[in-house]
Nanobody
Framework: QLQFVESGGGLVQPGESLRLSCAAS????????IGWFRQAPGKEREGVSC????????NYADSVKGRFTISRNNAKNTVDLQMNSLKPEDTAVYYC??????????????????WGQGTQVTVSS
């Protein structure tokens, strides 16, 4: 059974950084496109960033371009999201998700089959 564990969330001040990690058990992440999504209270779940399987093409929401970076660590079987220059509007529960195979990735949550439980990110002064 595919399982994820997200980690790295927390409470930070505006302008600070966090690094989220999505760790997998039971399967090899590099065969899957992996997406990071977020959901704030009262809002729909939105795509933040994704990385395709194998060749590692990436995609970012306009709201995070230049601030967030997604990357794979195949040795650890994780996909990480480095978040810099955080803003209060980045506050949300962050989820990682996976879909087997695609060489391109998309930011629509409906494209992903497997989901983690989420980690809370709060940006506040």
């Amino acid at each position: 059974q595919l399982q994820f564990v997200e980690s790295g969330g927390g409470l930070v001040q505006p302008g600070e950084s966090l690094r989220l990690s999505c760790a997998a058990s039971g399967f090899t992440l590099d065969l899957y496109a992996i997406g990071w999504f977020r959901q704030a209270p009262g809002k729909e779940r939105e795509g933040v960033s994704c990385i395709s399987s194998l060749r590692g093409s990436t995609n970012y929401a306009d709201s995070v371009k230049g601030r967030f970076t997604i990357s794979r660590n195949n040795a650890k079987n994780t996909v990480d999201l480095q978040m810099n220059s955080l803003k209060p509007e980045d506050t949300a529960v962050y989820y990682c998700a996976a879909v087997f195979g695609p060489s391109l990735c998309e930011l629509s949550p409906y494209k992903y089959n497997y989901w983690g439980q989420g980690t809370q990110v709060t940006v506040s002064s």
